[in-house]
Nanobody, 114 residues
Framework: QVQLAESGGGLVQAGGSLRLACKES????????MGWVRQAPGKERESVAT???????NYTDSVTGRFTVSRDNAKKTLFLQMDSLKPEDTAVYYC????????WGKGIQVTVSS
């Protein structure tokens, strides 16, 4: 069974950086896409960044140029490097990996103080 474990969240001041990690329990080969979504209080879940099996990456406009998604197949881990963080980036971040089924992490809190 696929299990995803997120780490790296926390509290940071505006302008700071965090690196989220999402480790898969078995292997990340074979997934069609992997990525991160976030949900802020009172708001709908928002796609943040996606990396596809062919290497293409997509970002939502609000994080383009500040966030970078990457994968390390050997470590079975998906990363999200978040730089120049803003208070509006505050949310619970969830990783997912999509094969025939979409698997989700439990979510991790990111709080950016002004």
């Amino acid at each position: 069974q696929v299990q995803l474990a997120e780490s790296g969240g926390g509290l940071v001041q505006a302008g700071g950086s965090l690196r989220l990690a999402c480790k898969e329990s078995r292997s990340i080969f074979g997934f069609k896409s992997m990525g991160w979504v976030r949900q802020a209080p009172g708001k709908e879940r928002e796609s943040v960044a996606t990396v596809f099996a062919d290497g293409r990456m997509n970002y939502t406009d609000s994080v383009t140029g500040r966030f970078t998604v990457s994968r390390d197949n050997a470590k079975k881990t998906l990363f999200l490097q978040m730089d120049s963080l803003k208070p509006e980036d505050t949310a619970v971040y969830y990783c997912y990996m999509q094969g025939g089924t979409v698997y989700w992490g439990k979510g991790i809190q990111v709080t950016v103080s002004s």
